[in-house]
């Protein structure tokens, strides 16, 4: 026996006799990749974000049925940036049900000069409150919720129109960009679909990015046809035919601007009219890239735009998201797990939930609850 904790001798035994259990890296991808490889799967990666949102509305929290803590940020203002790099940043994410088995508590880490992304995922017993697992994914779990939730919300925004989208924008060249492309193509848009407009930070990084997607071992990787962006003010048609755009940048100034897209005409009666250029009746836009404070994507004149505003969390969004330079419209916020997916009781569908349901901007801030669901899940595919 330990003298240093005779104090307790249950401390040595519950260590030795139930260590947490450690998932290496390549269990967790070969997990994903058997779920990606099947419709059922990549619906269940889907489902698991909706309960996520669903779980994390205010009314929940309000009830006391969830807990989100606040969320840690190193390396970005206010903070003092790190030594991997002024881009660097760890976000630390905890979260859990109300009676539930466990409490999540998630470490994300990226943005580094050469550091990639990496990330843990702790799991602790709500019972015993001992750490009951530890999901060793490089961030990897991160990466692949974010882009289901974002192409979730996309599919849930534009309901019966996800049919008719011709072309995507995508803005930004790394990881993400990839997975948000994986997602959409495996669990969203039609087999039609597969043009998409792509801006990166310069030609260059955007060829790369091009060519990764055209090399990739991953076969949906390679179905997507891709075309430059072209600046309107170079005689481009930028994202104009494009009727979805994803946006997943670490920016602090916008890179979507309001002469970038085209801007559907509201609804008239019964009709809906066409934008100028005549390729769609509708536009949507995911952003994921605000996380913290002083970061946005979004020109505010294209918020200013849009018909309905949608969020993974409204006090989160207003804070840290891509709505905290948002004033006058704060009221037409609505979080996405509080949206009905169908009639109202009065018999309003989904599009008339949306107002005028032409032009729809839902942003990803990220919540803790998607790590919490996201856990759930890959614990189950484990046992």
């Known amino acids: 026996m330990s003298l240093l904790t005779s104090y307790d001798p249950s401390l040595a035994e519950k260590a030795m006799a139930n260590p947490p259990t450690l998932v290496p890296f390549a269990q967790i ?10 419709e059922n799967g990549v619906k269940s990666l889907l489902d698991c974000q909706r309960l996520a949102f669903q779980k994390n509305t205010i009314q929940c929290k309000e009830q006391g049925l969830v807990s989100s803590m606040p969320i840690q940020t190193a390396g970005q203002p206010p903070q003092p940036s790190l030594r991997a790099g002024s881009g660097a940043q760890v976000c630390i994410k905890t979260g859990y049900v109300k009676n539930g088995d466990t409490m999540v508590s998630k470490v994300a880490a ?44 996309s599919k849930f925004l534009l309901g019966e129109r996800i049919r008719d989208v011709q072309k995507v924008g995508i803005v930004g060249g790394g990881v993400q960009a990839c997975w948000q492309l994986r997602l959409l193509a495996a669990g969203v848009l039609p087999e039609s679909c597969r ?29 997507w046809k891709f075309e430059h962006y072209e600046p309107v003010s170079c005689g481009g048609e930028a994202f104009q035919k494009c009727q979805l755009i994803h946006t997943m940048t670490p920016s602090r100034t916008p890179v979507l601007a309001l002469n970038d897209v085209t801007i559907p005409l509201k609804h008239n009666s019964n009709t809906i009219e066409r934008g100028h250029g005549g390729e769609s009746n ?16 979004l020109d505010p004149e294209l918020i200013d735009k849009a018909d ?19 004033d006058s419209r704060q009221n037409m916020l609505v979080e996405i797990g509080a949206m009905k997916n169908g009639p109202h009781d009065d018999g309003r569908s989904l599009e008339q939930q949306l107002g005028d349901g032409c032009f729809s901007i839902f942003d990803s801030s990220g919540i803790a609850m998607q790590d919490v669901e996201m856990s759930a899940f890959m614990m189950s595919q484990i046992c």
């Open 29 to 38: 991808e070969s997990i994903l990749s058997n779920l990606l490889s099947s």
């Open 110 to 153: 990226g943005g580094g000069d050469d550091t990639g992304n990496t990330g843990v995922v702790f799991v602790f017993d709500q019972m015993s409150l001992r750490l009951k697992t530890v999901l060793c994914d490089e961030g990897l779990l991160t990466e692949v919720r974010t882009a289901a939730a974002c192409a979730y919300a």
């Open 195 to 223: 043009k998409v407009v792509i801006k990166t930070q310069s030609r260059k990084s955007a060829d790369e990015f091009i060519i990764r997607m055209n090399t990739s071992t991953y076969s949906l990787d390679r179905t």
């Open 282 to 297: 509708f536009l949507h836009i995911t952003a994921v890239g605000a996380d913290c404070c002083g970061k946005n994507e």
């Open 308 to 326: 309905c505003l949608v969020c993974d969390s409204i006090p989160q969004s207003l804070e840290r998201g891509e709505f905290q330079r948002l």
